[in-house]
């Protein structure tokens, strides 16, 4: 039998608005094709489900074929086909599980359902699999997710910290719009950094690890009145990496681990990842093609289960699920 380093994989994510298809040779990802929504669901400021949904059959048959053109392989190459199962818009992630599902009947090859957030977490370690070390303290900061969560080795999570409102990545997208900035707010938020101000915006006051940042959002609202544009975007942008990189650091603390993988969308951000550098952790950042959703990590998730021999095969007559049920 083939090694599972020389496993030919094929990834699909469509938990969310990005279509993406990925080939793996074992750890190597072949190609990654991903197709973004963003340009589609940019006028409503948001992701609209239904609208996601009808993208990505739209264009998923055409990606898996591009991608096998790249890679100069063959649809029957392929040993292993890893689909998000979970968390994620509902319909959305129906449309990958059905088009996994009919793929793996007509290859009649496995299966195999891979979380979304296990992908995230997974995500800065591809290419570099040497540095992944246990214990490790993950944050997933998204448009989904504000999560921490104690990795106490290799599948064994616990979430240590969570939002109580919104998610990060949906405060940015929120306070772009209350500035009349365009959908994905943190990139055009990101662009006021070097703006000088000495407005201070106070963090909202949470439990433990947690995060809240309702308040926060509140406080633009009522400084965009009267105060620059610039300077209160500027003090929100400050106000949030710090609250984001001092509630990794209580972690890591109390959990007493200096092994630190920071993911998601927000992670791609170049303030997040100067600031942290600044402090005495050893952290870790996804390339930014796998910050954002993508199937290179699904893909890699399913190597590292394949490899630990630690997955099961999915059931044909499973469904997809809109929760997370990692931790
Ligand atoms: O991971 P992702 O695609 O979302 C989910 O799948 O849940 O991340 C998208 C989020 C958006 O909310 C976007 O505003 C944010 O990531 N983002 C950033 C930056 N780039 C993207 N937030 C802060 N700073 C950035 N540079
Ligand atoms: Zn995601």
Not at 195 to 213: C, E
Not at 245 to 271: E, F, H, M, R, W
């Amino acid at each position: 039998m083939k090694n599972c380093r020389q496993k030919i994989i094929l990834a699909i994510e469509t938990s969310c608005d990005e279509t993406s298809i990925s080939i793996l040779k074992g750890m190597d990802i072949l190609v990654m094709e991903t197709n973004t929504q963003i340009d589609k669901h940019k006028v409503y400021g948001g992701v609209i489900p239904e609208v996601a949904a009808r993208l990505h059959l739209e264009v998923i048959d055409q990606l898996v074929k591009k991608a096998l053109q790249k890679a100069k392989l063959k649809i029957t190459s392929i040993e292993y086909i890893a689909v998000t199962k979970e968390p994620g818009l509902i319909n959305a992630l129906h449309v990958g599980l059905i088009f996994a599902k009919t793929l793996t009947q007509l290859l009649k090859i496995p299966l195999l359902g891979i979380n979304h957030l296990e992908g995230h977490i997974y995500s800065p370690f591809i290419d570099k699999e040497d540095k992944l070390k246990f214990p490790m303290i993950c944050a997933i900061f998204s448009g989904g997710h504000t999560d921490l969560i104690y990795v106490e080795k290799l599948f064994k999570y616990k979430l240590i910290g969570s939002t109580k409102d919104d998610t990060i990545g949906e405060s940015y997208d929120k306070v772009a719009r209350m500035a009349n900035l365009e959908y994905p707010g943190g990139p055009k938020i990101e662009e006021y950094n070097k703006i000088k101000t000495n407005l201070v915006l106070t963090r909202p006051k949470v439990d433990g690890l947690n995060f809240s940042f309702s308040g926060l959002k509140s406080q633009v609202k009522k400084n965009l009145l009267k105060n620059q544009k610039e300077e209160v975007l500027k003090a929100f942008h400050d106000c949030a990496i710090s609250y984001l990189i001092d509630n990794i650091i209580k972690a890591s603390n109390l959990y007493k681990t200096k092994n630190i993988a920071v993911t998601g969308g927000v992670s791609a951000s170049p303030k997040l990842r100067e600031d942290i550098k600044k402090t005495k952790l050893n952290c870790f950042f996804p390339e930014p093609k796998y910050c954002v959703d993508n199937a290179g990590m699904i893909g890699y998730t399913a190597y590292l289960r394949i490899k630990d021999n630690n997955y099961k095969i999915l059931d044909l007559r499973e469904d997809s699920h809109p929760k997370n049920s990692l931790y």
